[in-house]
């Protein structure tokens, strides 16, 4: 509290404005108790009732519906958090800018920080006291450099700013994998299989930002995924596995502050990225781990030398937490599976699980190694016969058992599961061999198409790399509802289809009858 600064009492008003992360409120410009040129310098105030304290942006308005002179509107995140009743007086005051930020503008200048320092800067991430603008500062000053003693102080600060979870089991596994490659939704098999065997497997996963499917939205096309910690550790316990979103239980919130800003900024330097994942494994109580970095001319991994120089980084932190760190580097030269979008990559991983004939092998047999490398930090099992074990959990039914038990535990989905109504196919327009696909530019397809927000919207593949296609047979298939992003989607598919026939660029789409 600043007893130097003004402040006064407004009623608490809730505004139907969804501001995505971050805190805003909004003041009536004909406010008699707080007139708006007291902010003059400030562009955040700071809300108390209580020992509550929230900081948030401020706007000024001239539309008394949205807040009266006596009120003060809080959008929808920030009445979330504030978690105070419709009337409430609460003490407004402008709110000087967080301590943290000092060490802010001196990473930009170029200097180490310390453990402290960075622990403030998350701390005050996670509590939502930082701006875009103030976050944007941050992620630019950490990606000029960062030292490893600075990568270790970021990974353990974001591990601790939220819930920690402790498991009874002496091994408890997990996988992650780096992402960019559309349809990999390896860990919806691997998951059961693991836990088929008997091993833990607490998945915790993210939701997409930037692609159009994250494992959270996939698996709740099948079950729910919005699950808290106590609800969490009762199907771990009676399940050994699930797939939940991460967000419900606060798994390094600083983390998902970062990444909301720094995606879209393209800002996802090697360092970060390993903070980022290493944060939330430590969070969830992980004690081995298995890091797949898919490597293609259109991954997020482009090399070997890339791909080694990360792989020591995840190596480093691990040893230095505690944990048993493995990296793996997988082929990333096209996606995996058959499906792009929530229910298409659902409708796949059922299909391996199932073991159903048209199931995509590619995702099958992914699936397998990534499960054989979990199953043998089983120390009852014998070295070199992961594989064998986990082929046998899929092929015998027990996988697809498990994952049903499992999908019951979580409860059912409040999905709707139908496919776009709306649709077009992208032909060839030649005979040859697709030689090339761009990941990058499918992942942007299927988006523009209503993925991951439509679950039934998204892409399905008919040609791989390798395969032969003859004059005007359809390459993949554009799911859509609404015609607008149909029209969208069919012109962004026209101009650059993602596909390479015999090394020239497929042909335009063409909307199926």
């Known amino acids: ?35 708006a040129e007291i ?78 320092e960075i622990g403030a800067i998350i701390s005050d991430l996670a509590h939502y006291r930082y701006s875009d603008m103030e976050i944007a500062a941050f992620l630019i000053g950490s990606a000029s450099f960062i030292t490893s003693d600075e990568l270790l102080a970021l990974t353990g600060a974001m591990a601790q700013a939220g819930t920690q979870l402790v498991w009874p089991a002496p091994v408890v596994v997990d ?50 995924v919005n699950i808290g910690v106590e609800e969490m550790k009762a199907i771990v316990s ?51 781990l298995l890091i797949d970095i898919p490597v293609g001319p259109t991954a997020k991994v482009t090399g070997g030398v890339e791909a080694m120089r990360l792989r020591k980084l995840f190596e480093f932190v691990g040893d230095r937490f505690g944990r048993s760190v493995e990296v793996i580097t997988t082929d990333g030269s096209q996606p995996i599976g058959n499906g792009i979008g929530p229910m298409l990559e659902a ?9 159903e004939p048209a199931a995509p092998r590619d995702l099958r047999e992914k699936s397998l190694r990534l499960a054989a490398h979990l199953l043998e930090y089983d120390p009852k099992l014998r070295g070199g016969a992961g594989y064998a074990r986990a082929r046998e959990l899929l092929d015998s039914g027990a996988a697809l058992k498990q994952m049903q038990k499992i999908i019951d535990a979580q409860g059912p989905s409040t999905c709707s599961n139908g496919l776009g109504p709306l649709s077009f196919d992208v032909k060839a327009a030649h005979d040859g061999i697709v030689s090339a696909i761009d990941c990058l530019r499918l992942n942007r397809l299927a988006r523009t198409a209503g993925a991951p927000l439509d679950k039934g919207a998204g892409i399905r593949l008919f040609k791989k790399i390798g395969d032969r296609v003859e004059q005007g047979e359809p390459l993949y298939r554009v799911y859509t509802f609404d015609r607008p992003e149909h029209d969208l989607v069919a012109a962004a598919a026209a101009e650059e289809t993602g596909y390479l026939v015999n090394g020239h660029e497929a042909p335009q789409a063409k909307t199926a009858p």
């Open 1 to 35: 509290m600043h007893p130097d600064l003004p402040h006064s009492q407004l009623k608490i008003r809730r505004v139907r404005l969804d501001t995505g992360r971050e805190n805003v409120v909004v003041v009536s410009r004909h406010s008699k108790a707080l007139r």
């Open 39 to 116: 902010f003059r310098g400030f562009s955040r105030v700071e809300l108390r009732q209580g020992g509550k304290v929230l900081l948030a942006t401020l706007l000024i308005t001239d539309d008394d519906t949205l807040a009266s002179p006596d009120e003060i509107g809080l959008s929808e995140p920030a009445f979330r958090r504030f978690a105070e009743a419709v009337g409430t007086l609460v003490t407004v005051r402008p709110a000087p800018p967080p301590e943290s930020l000092e060490a802010v503008r001196a990473k930009i200048r170029g200097r180490i920080l310390s453990q402290a």
């Open 175 to 224: 996988k992650h994998c780096i992402g960019g490659i559309p349809g990999n939704r390896t860990s919806m098999v691997v998951v059961p299989i693991v836990a088929a065997h008997g091993l833990p497997i607490p998945k915790t996963s993210s939701r997409a930002i930037t692609s159009p499917a994250g494992t959270a939205d996939t698996m709740e096309v099948l079950a729910r």
């Open 238 to 288: 009676s399940c050994n596995g699930c797939l939940i979103w991460g967000g419900h239980v606060n798994l390094s919130p600083a983390d998902d502050v970062l990444i909301s800003v720094g995606r879209p900024l393209s800002l996802d330097t090697r360092e970060q990225m390993v903070a980022s994942i290493m944060s939330k494994k430590i969070a969830a109580g992980s004690t081995h």
């Open 347 to 355: 409708n796949d991983v059922m299909a391996v699980l199932g073991n």
